[in-house]
């Protein structure tokens, strides 16, 4: 587990800025990352994070592995966590506890994902593996017993209100983007009266499908940019940087809130330095968070004493499959030296019952020291204890599967 770390940036760690970078740096289908020495890797990449999941070499510290992982001529430090701690804080993400928006429904999903095309890109291994069945597996119990947030909660939600408040009595609505975030936006504003929603989208029959699910009007990116109708606010989701530009915005005289909800973000600068129109985005989405978070004070604590009690449990039963054989083949030297020195003395029974009473010692002083500082100490006390051709982990490779 010392060999596992996470590393990063979010809505927290740098901003919508850091965002960008590092997706800008590490792209679909992260080729660069094979390149960097890591044995293992999972990328999660949404619209307020850019984690990576790795396992570390043993030549590689996380120092080391955080400076492989900063884009050129960043200044912003990403977070780096390693061992347990690596892995309580991708089941804090998986549970939505470290989310903008706490308890929303995407995370969850993403994780998921980002672990299964990591698995179809062969980037997994038994130690990611692991970590990620246990988070994802810790996480479902978080959700099921403690209710977070409603159904359908997303990042738009926090934005919500803003636009009820620039909007009490309805208007037309512009979602751009008709996939996860997009949808989302859109089925909640669906479900507001007063709301004239139109769905634009690059894929014409994806805008069409959507709206006519919803109950809206359709348009593709093009005819939109080409011809934008009126409307009252946009809700941008695409990955297209600075969609919205200055010359757009003088063409929606009646445009009064942008909700930019893209990784780059989708609104010129010199549309918000022109202050005209309220933009809002990750960045300024921060203090609805707060809020948010301030008000979930009492569940988010119950959450974390779920996944605290959950994680104890599932991290002793991997140290013990871990010293699981190095345990039987100790036992297996002091039966062959207990037979060896009381010979046809004593039974193969009783041979086999004191053997066992006097390797207890040092199994429990084994995995003593592997709890406490981790299996590569515990495989220096056999060293020590001359017994360094014992291997650590054999029943590593097994973990992924009974997860």
């Known amino acids: 587990m010392e060999r596992l770390a996470l590393i990063g940036v979010s809505h927290r760690r740098g901003g919508a800025a850091a965002l960008e970078?590092?997706?800008?740096?590490?792209?679909?289908?992260?080729?660069?990352?094979a390149g960097l020495g890591f044995a293992e890797w999972v990328p999660i990449v949404t619209c307020n994070r850019w984690d990576v999941v790795v396992a570390l070499p043993k030549t590689m510290d996380v120092a080391q592995a955080r400076a492989l992982l900063t884009?050129?001529?960043?200044?912003c430090r990403p977070y780096a966590y390693t061992g347990d701690g690596a892995l309580e804080q991708l089941t804090r993400i998986a549970a939505s506890l470290d989310s903008l928006?706490?308890?929303?429904?995407?995370?969850?999903?993403?994780?998921?994902s980002a672990f299964a095309a990591a698995q179809a890109a062969g980037s997994t291994g038994p130690l990611?593996?692991?970590?990620?069945?246990?988070?994802?597996?810790?996480?479902?119990?978080?959700?099921?017993?403690?209710?977070?947030?409603?159904l359908k909660t997303s990042l738009f939600s926090l934005a919500r209100p803003d636009l009820?408040?620039?909007?009490?009595?309805?208007?037309?609505?512009?979602?751009?983007?008709?996939?996860?975030?997009?949808s989302l936006a859109a089925k909640t504003l669906a479900s507001e009266p007063g709301f004239d929603l139109l769905i634009v989208n690059r894929s014409a029959p994806r805008a069409r499908q959507l709206a006519r699910h919803l109950g809206a009007r359709s348009s593709s990116l093009e005819a939109f940019l080409a011809a934008p109708p009126p409307v009252d606010a946009l809700v941008c989701a695409t990955p297209v940087r600075a969609l919205i530009d200055p010359l757009?915005?003088?063409?929606?005289?009646?445009?009064?809130?942008?909700?930019?909800?893209?990784?780059?973000?989708?609104?010129?600068?010199?549309?918000?330095?022109?202050?005209?129109?309220?933009?809002l985005d990750v960045d300024t989405l921060q203090a609805a968070g707060r809020t948010r978070r301030e008000a979930l004070q009492e569940k988010l604590a119950a959450a974390e004493v779920i996944l605290q009690e959950a994680l104890e449990g599932a991290l002793e039963a991997w140290t013990e499959r871990q010293l699981?054989?190095?345990?039987?083949?100790?036992?297996?030297?002091?039966?062959?030296?207990?037979l060896d020195a009381l010979g046809d003395g004593v039974g193969s029974e009783e041979a086999a019952r004191l053997a066992h009473r006097f390797a207890h010692v040092p199994v429990k002083g084994l995995r003593a020291v592997a709890r406490t500082y981790g299996l590569e100490a515990a495989q220096m006390f056999l060293a020590e204890a001359g017994l360094g051709e014992l291997r650590l982990g054999e029943a590593y490779a097994a973990d992924a599967s009974r997860e």
Do not use: C
């Open 248 to 279: 757009l915005v003088q063409r929606l005289p009646e445009l009064k809130l942008i909700i930019d909800l893209g990784v780059p973000r989708n609104v010129h600068p010199e549309v918000i330095e022109a202050s005209r129109v309220r933009v």
């Open 164 to 182: 009820l408040r620039a909007l009490p009595q309805g208007g037309s609505v512009a979602v751009l983007g008709a996939g996860e975030m997009g």
């Open 101 to 112: 928006n706490p308890g929303e429904d995407q995370i969850m999903a993403q994780v998921r």
């Open 71 to 75: 884009p050129t001529g960043q200044l």
């Open 128 to 150: 990611t593996s692991f970590a990620f069945h246990t988070a994802l597996r810790i996480a479902k119990k978080v959700r099921r017993e403690v209710a977070l947030a409603p």
């Open 21 to 33: 970078a590092w997706q800008a740096a590490f792209k679909p289908p992260y080729s660069e990352l």
């Open 324 to 338: 699981g054989p190095s345990i039987q083949r100790l036992r297996q030297l002091y039966l062959a030296t207990t």
